[in-house]
């Protein structure tokens, strides 16, 4: 009774407590409530990045939307990643840590208000980094350098990291201003934003290596990241859902309409399950070591999930405004799609610490519908716009979307029936060492 007493005041008062580090071996431990609440701006951020690209590609402004977009996951992704490893390391849940969190949570929001001027310098030629997206930025990293500070004072086994992690982010702080502050070259400001990204990325890893690590749990990274792959997946079932929901009130129920709906959902199971065939969890709680991987894996996951929601965006486009060619659309489904099947396959190796020649024909199988999507305009005769009222425009449409949901049902049934039993066996071999 003691015991749950303790539990309840616990859960119940939120005054000030000794942030003194987490047990970095718990194992079940599961995301905290606050840790949720976070999440559930980057569905904002990430469907705003989504519809900023659907809009660049559509416009025909293709390299400058990578550009911009990969810019703009990266900032949210990094903001995010950079929040969770301190929180599995000292979330203590205190009315402190929570006045923080939700300090982040309003960078989220100035972020995304700066994505549209971000996407519109850059098909301008100019830096993707504006003021308004690094003052988003800096609210959402800043009380990150008062978090470490305090855990340095109140955690004296592991001060000097957690000082290394605090002046590392204010020093990169000050550069990511900067480079939106002077007047640079493009050339220049963009050579100045890949070193700020490779700094960020490489310091955690030195100052690990060096000064030994926070306490941070690895089973509680694994669940913590599935959850926003988990979200980002959500984003593409309300993008589809909205954006049909708008077609539908314009031209009513049409054949494209209920296959684009269709096709967003099935790829949403289909790349929920194949994300979920790998084994992180149980992974990353034997082999801490390999976290550093796992995470870095992730940015491009992100990125590659949202702009899957983005390819619907563009499908969508294509029927309501009737002036984009099947081609661009099944493009824009296909590419971030390969790109995720892509990314699980290298990951699943990455974290087992294996390869196996049996997984490339399940990978290859999964494309072959991937690379039909794209051939099928070009097989129909429908290279043109598309033309509701052609019935072979529609038809390669309707083809294409398919198609690309079809993959990813190849890779989860090729999983189930032959790649589960690799993974088993390379899990067995690793429980040997």
Known sequence: MGEDAAQLRNDLEHRLRPMAGRDPGERGRSTTPVELLYDLTYVIAFAAAADQLAEAVSDGRVGSGLGAYAFA?????????????FASAYDNDDALFRVATLVQMIGVVILVFG???SFEAAAGGHSPNNLLLVAGYVVMRV???????????????HRRIARAYA?????????????ALLPLPLGVTIAVLAVLAAGEMAAPVVLERRLGA??????????????????????VIAATVSAVAALIHARGWSPAAVVIVASGLVLVAGLWWAYFLIPARSILER???????????????FGAVAAVGAGLRVATNAVEEQELSVLRVALALAVPVAVLLVLIFATWSVLLHAYDLTH???LACALVPLA???????????????DLADSSSVAALVAAIALVALSAVVEVVGHELVGFSHTMRVLRRSGRR
Do not use: C, K
């Open 360 to 362: 490339v024909p399940l």
């Open 372 to 386: 039909a999507a794209v051939a099928v305009p070009f097989a129909l005769g429908a290279t043109g716009p598309v």
């Open 143 to 157: 009380p990150q350098i008062g978090l470490w500070l305090r855990a340095a004072r109140q955690d004296p086994a």
């Open 214 to 235: 926070p306490p941070w749990n690895a089973g509680h990274i694994a669940e913590r990241f599935s959850l926003l792959t988990l979200i980002a997946l959500g984003e």
């Open 73 to 85: 996951i990266f900032s949210v992704s990094w903001a995010w990643l950079n929040f969770t490893w």
């Open 115 to 117: 994505l549209p001027v």
């Open 167 to 179: 002046v590392t982010i204010a020093v990169v702080q000050i550069g990511w201003v900067l480079s």
């Open 287 to 301: 082999f801490p070591g390999r976290t550093f991987a796992w995470r870095y894996a992730h940015l491009p996951i």
